[in-house]
């Protein structure tokens, strides 16, 4: 019973290693969708190999269009300003005008779509997805020109047909942690709790945190890479540092370990 209790804070670690690690994974992986023109949706729509559409509130105003043809492959065409799209007297957004234009290319989508066996399906909260079309209006756009909105592209072949999923998203919202809940939907809560979990235990722990700072853990949190990074520091249990790092050299890493990032 003792070698099971003592056992037990280096399983937890370990759990909470494997949950920041696959969150880490599906973070990085998306947090930047690759750009492709229009066509490139559309062949993609006619091959079948879509399986989640992603659509911005204000595309194609601005923001993007992103979609998968896979569980880490995804792409993105991001929005243009049109005139036509704006109040002259404002230089605000004509929701009427916005709406035009976005029916002019959702309809080639949508026939792409069907062309390809695969129509598609919007998400709602009644099939129970995070982020979806809540007040209906990305359902009525394409429910309008063929697409099976909610439950009905499933019934229609009697759970044979595999829709592509559609999502409406704010504008502004984080792309990457979205992806956490969109690729593993019953492991991102496991991966957002282990966040929270890793937060608590570096600014609480007794003792304070191995080799660095709170400050400096902190700069390396915010880079992605802390977290998993300080949990593996806590399983390894070294010596503690004499000189642990201060805030200003955890900036510094953090800043060299986004630079590769940023670049690609």
């Known amino acids: 019973m003792r070698a099971v209790s003592r056992r037990a804070p280096a399983v937890a670690l370990w759990g909470l290693l494997a949950s920041l ?6 973070v990085t992986v998306n947090g930047s969708p690759a750009p492709a023109p229009i066509g490139r ?5 006619r091959a079948g190999a879509v399986e989640t559409l992603v659509v911005s509130g204000v595309w194609p105003a601005y923001g993007d269009l992103v979609w998968s043809t ?7 065409v991001f929005g243009e300003p049109e005139p036509e799209v704006w109040r002259p007297e404002t230089s605000g957004l004509d929701d009427a005008r916005l709406d035009a234009v976005r029916a002019g290319y959702f309809g080639p989508l949508v026939a792409a779509a069907e062309a390809g066996g695969r129509p598609f399906r919007v998400a709602d909260e009644a099939a129970g997805r995070p982020g979806p079309d809540s007040n209906g209006r990305l359902a009525q756009e394409l429910g309008a020109r063929g697409s099976l909105p909610g439950e009905a592209a499933q019934g229609a072949a ?3 047909v595999r829709p592509v ?8 919202g984080s ?6 809940w969109r690729l593993w939907p019953p492991l991102a809560p496991f991966g957002t709790a282990a966040a929270g979990v890793t937060l608590m235990l570096m600014l609480f722990a007794p003792g304070g ?13 915010l880079s992605g890479y802390g977290m998993p990074l300080y949990v593996a520091a806590l399983l390894a249990r070294l010596p503690r540092s004499a000189r642990p790092l201060d805030g200003r050299q955890g900036f510094v890493l953090a800043f060299l370990a986004v630079v590769p990032t940023l670049l690609l």
């Open 41 to 45: 949706l559309e062949a993609d729509l």
């Open 165 to 172: 999923e559609v999502v409406e998203r704010a504008p502004g």
């Open 70 to 76: 896979g569980p880490t492959s995804w792409w993105r």
């Open 175 to 180: 792309w990457a942690t979205a992806e956490l």
């Open 21 to 26: 690690c696959i969150a880490f994974f599906a």
């Open 158 to 160: 009697g759970g044979a």
């Open 209 to 221: 945190p191995p080799h660095a700072t709170r400050w400096a853990w902190l700069w390396l949190f």
